[in-house]
């Protein structure tokens, strides 16, 4: 009976295996859920946010660029799942697949990290890896439509604004929760669970009346925000707008609450400019909160040793981290206490 060793090299593979299958399953489930809404822009559907390129962004700083074969893997199937596969599905994919990997390269040039803890980071994340990025799949996609004839020409830049937003919402409103989600290493402080209760049920309460009533209260979910910028950071910030959007994305696909009696372009531009409105304030706010919280705790440790190396001196002895010195002399030097020259 013969014994199979596993070698390093094949475990190696066998993980990296397991890891594309899972980011490729990721992208066609965060797929079929952002199909379940959709807006009718001109001869095209599209979904007003597009989960599957946060899910491959934050996929690439999780896993690295290797992970790009399961966001090719997963782009073909959720395509494959709409329409037959011919030369311009490849294309299509490909475009899909080279957006959020041009937006993974391009925040690691400017330093992004993942954390979001500094405005850099929030403006990078929105400069570059989304409005920038998505440029490349809504060009390609839209682009492709009117090759096939799929698209007349007089409809590329509606459906090419609609698509471009989509996928860069999908970038503001999921990559945020997921990066966090995946850096979450301990459980929220206990003291502040009741806190975190009561801005729930508040959420719970407000959004879904914001969102559907045809009051236009939208402007109402904005202080929810900023308490949650406030006092829970990225983590409240960022899940108050996704929650914000998912609802107002329903209402909207609906036809009901404040996007009632409003055409189809009226509909996606009011939708597009809440949920970018949303996304903005949720990541620049809590980065320049975060960005403050840490510098008053880097000002608050110097200070700390500042005292500390005062009570030192002031006791007479060598602040810490330092060697103590003899009074008479630099350390190393000849005699004793006595300095007083001696006579024969």
């Given at each position: ?8 090299d094949r ?22 859920l952002g199909?379940?809404?959709?807006l009718?822009v ?18 690439l700083?999780v ?7 399961g ?8 395509v ?15 475009g899909?697949?080279v957006?959020p990997?041009?937006a993974y ?6 330093g992004f ?6 405005l ?12 920038a990025?998505m440029l490349?799949s809504?060009?390609?996609?839209v682009?492709?439509?009117v090759?096939t004839?799929k ?7 509606p ?11 999908g970038?503001l409103?999921?990559?945020p ?12 402080d206990?003291a502040r ?9 508040a959420?719970?309460?407000?959004i879904?009346?914001?969102?559907q ?7 109402l ?19 108050c707008?996704?929650f ?23 509909v996606?531009?009011?939708l ?11 990541l620049?706010?809590?980065a ?6 840490n ?11 500042l005292?500390?190396?005062?009570e ?6 060598a ?25 024969p």
């Open positions: 009976m013969a014994t199979v060793v596993r070698t390093p475990r190696r593979a066998i993980v990296y295996g397991f890891q594309t299958l899972a980011v490729a399953a990721c992208y066609y489930a965060a797929g079929r199909l379940l809404r959709q009718v001109g001869d095209a559907v599209f979904t007003p946010i597009w989960p599957p390129t946060g899910v491959a962004l934050a996929a700083f896993l690295g660029l290797r992970c790009w074969p966001i090719a893997l997963g782009a073909f199937f959720v494959l799942s709409l329409a037959p596969l011919r030369p311009a599905v490849l294309g299509n994919i490909a899909n697949t957006a990997v041009c390269l391009m925040l690691r040039k400017v990290r993942t954390g979001l803890s500094r850099r980071d929030g403006v990078a994340l929105v400069f570059l890896g989304a409005l990025a490349i809504s060009t390609v996609g682009g492709l439509l090759l004839g698209l007349g020409t007089d409809g590329f830049w459906v090419w604004l609609a698509w471009w937003v989509g996928d860069a919402m970038v409103l999921v990559t929760a997921l990066l966090l989600l995946s850096e979450a290493h301990r459980p929220p206990p669970w009741k806190e975190a209760l009561v801005l729930f049920v959420a719970c309460a407000i879904p009346l914001a969102t009533s045809e009051l236009s209260l939208l402007y979910i904005y202080p929810l925000l900023i308490w949650a910028a406030l006092r829970f950071q990225l983590a409240g910030s960022v899940l707008a996704l914000a959007s998912v609802l107002a994305t329903v209402a909207a696909t609906d036809g009901s609450g404040p996007f009632a009696d409003l055409t189809r372009t009226e996606m531009i009011k597009q400019v809440f949920n970018g409105s949303m996304a903005l304030t949720s620049l706010l809590s320049v909160i975060i960005e403050q919280h510098t008053r705790r880097s000002v608050e440790r110097a200070c700390q040793e005292v500390e190396v005062l030192h001196l002031t006791a007479g002895e602040p810490p981290g330092r060697p103590p010195t003899d009074r008479n002399g630099p350390p190393g030097a000849g005699g004793g206490g006595d300095a007083r020259p001696r006579g």
